[in-house]
């Protein structure tokens, strides 16, 4: 019997039907929406913008990354704002677990997804189940600035400035201008 005669079919199918499943395999998570949402001084949210960000390595958001992410979205609008919190969500589900998942009733079931972020650091996302990976995200939340009247500034706060040194190189003293 010649391997040209051997029946192959069965594989072609498997292969076929193999293919239709692959969005529940679990994969390393290659890009990430990066959500940041701004929120005024009364708490309350002015706008949320969204960018779909590329991974660098596949599962880990870089330090420096985030920074540059972070760095750009301080200000909107001519105005300044300030990082407030930063969250994850992960759904690092098991693919064995997810006909379970879709039929829980319980409304919180999805809160084991959401970690709070404490650091600036690097931000590691688990492999996710591939059907998955368009809501894996990172919200970036920011608060406006809060500008204080000056009533509410003690004088001394009002003018507390750098003050200019000079040096005379002559005498070798140090004076402080006054301004």
Known sequence: MDIEDLDVSWINEFE???????????????????????????????????????????????????????????????????????????????????????????????????????NLDTIKFDKSITLFHDINEVFLLFNKKKIQSMDNFDKQYVFNRTKKIYINPKSKKMTKKRT
Not at 34 to 42: A, G, M, S
Not at 80 to 95: A, Q
Request: charged share 25%; proline share 2%.
């Open 16 to 118: 076929k039907i193999d293919n239709e499943y692959n969005i529940y395999y679990t994969e390393e998570i290659s890009f990430i929406k990066i959500h940041c949402v701004y929120i005024n001084n009364n708490n309350e949210i002015e706008k949320i913008t969204e960018e779909k960000i590329f991974l660098k390595t596949p599962g880990l958001l870089q330090k420096e990354e985030l920074l540059g992410i972070i760095k750009y979205n301080l200000c909107l609008n001519q105005m300044r704002y300030s990082l407030l919190s930063i969250l994850k969500f992960n759904i690092n589900l098991e693919p064995i677990h997810l006909k379970t998942f879709l039929r829980n009733k319980n409304s919180n079931v999805g809160d084991k997804f959401l970690t709070t972020i404490k």
